[in-house]
């Protein structure tokens, strides 16, 4: 076929049908159907380029990783979990979109919604702390991406500012999911007859928990520290302290080294700084809470007074962010 004289890999990009299915298209993308220019930056296994589909003028960022050093690495496992992940998290403004995949012979390829704004985390440490208003904001974005993964049966497992990136309006783009987990929900026996798409509800018993992955440090859920398994409640622990964070200018849990952070979290060992708003420690406290079971679920957090006069759903992302001051 033409696309094997052109030297361009077959790449794969998925689709939402107009059925609300998953459409996978075969498109004829390759290296040479971009022009590469600044390296964005660097991660163990990868090189994030900043690069210009020559067609369409688009700038992508494309995640670069070297074959041999990702099998070396023993990371097989966790860029098809990215792919696959990505693949499934298609038509949200707060993940960061996997636009197509491809390989040559020496590296694999992700194309990559570009992120202008860098992450949540370098923001962060240039302003100290973020006010309330902008912790509102940044903070409603997240919850409502976390809610989206959540709804599609996919846990982040490893949500921090440096996996929040910041897109040209400074809006939040969630990133890195090669150690998330897809909740494998079971077709309803009645969906089947309906033809109604599976929901993956993880309710499956004893589905709803992953296990043999810890995150970064200051943001591991106690769960995962006790009973080595995760669940959705565990991203949002991970939310609370996040929100700690922005209003504080520190994570809730940090010590001089990891086996002293992870002591802090399983004793639920953390202070609020004076001056932190009683607002703000309030939905801290509801979320920081050590039994999975009894952390403020997803519509309560949505309706928790810190989060009054949000707008959730799609106006949310319409909306210009705030100065950050
Ligand atoms: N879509 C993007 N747009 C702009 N910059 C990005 C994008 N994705 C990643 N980066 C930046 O490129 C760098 C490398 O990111 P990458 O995800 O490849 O590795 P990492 O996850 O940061 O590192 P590690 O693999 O060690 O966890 C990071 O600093 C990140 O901020
Ligand atoms: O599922 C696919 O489309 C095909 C491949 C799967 C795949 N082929 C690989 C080869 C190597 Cl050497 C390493 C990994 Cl992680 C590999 N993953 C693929 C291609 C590109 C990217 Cl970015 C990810 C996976």
Not at 55 to 84: G, P, S, W
Not at 279 to 304: F, Q, W, Y
């Amino acid at each position: 076929e033409e696309w094997q004289d052109r030297g361009a890999a077959v790449g794969v990009r998925q689709e939402t049908g107009p059925d609300g299915k998953p459409v996978t298209r075969y498109i004829k993308k390759g290296v040479r159907d971009f022009s590469f220019g600044q390296t964005l930056g660097e991660g163990s296994y990868s090189t994030v380029v900043l690069a210009t589909d020559r067609q369409t003028l688009n700038e992508y960022a494309i995640k670069i990783l070297d074959k041999r050093h990702i099998i070396k690495e023993k990371k097989v496992k966790y860029v098809n979990i990215e792919k696959d992940t990505l693949n499934r998290l298609t038509d949200h403004p707060g993940i960061v979109r996997l636009y197509y995949t491809f390989q040559d012979e020496r590296s694999l390829y992700f194309v990559l919604d570009l992120c202008k704004g860098g992450e949540l985390l370098g923001v962060l440490k240039r302003m100290s702390t973020f006010d309330e208003e902008c912790t509102r904001f940044y903070g409603a974005q997240i919850l409502d991406t976390i809610d989206y993964m959540h709804r599609r049966g996919v846990i982040h497992r490893d949500l921090k500012p440096e996996n929040i990136l910041l897109d040209d309006q400074m809006h939040t783009k969630v990133t890195d999911f090669g150690t998330a987990k897809i909740l494998k929900g079971k077709r309803r026996p009645d969906d089947s007859q309906n033809g109604m798409p599976p929901i993956d509800t993880g309710d499956v018993p004893g589905e709803e928990r992953a296990s043999s992955f810890v995150g970064t440090a200051e943001y591991v859920s106690p769960e995962l520290l006790t009973d080595k398994s995760a669940c959705k409640a565990s991203d949002l622990w991970a939310f609370g302290c996040i929100i700690f964070q922005l209003l504080a200018g520190r994570p809730p849990f940090k010590a001089a080294n990891e086996y002293l952070t992870f002591q802090k979290i399983v004793n639920l060992e953390y202070e609020f700084p004076s001056g932190f708003p009683a607002v703000g420690r309030d939905l801290v406290e509801r979320l920081l809470v050590l039994d999975p079971t009894r952390r403020l679920p997803m519509e309560h957090i949505k309706n928790h007074e810190f989060f009054r006069g949000v707008t959730w759903g799609r106006g949310l992302w319409k909306q210009k962010a705030p100065r950050l001051k």
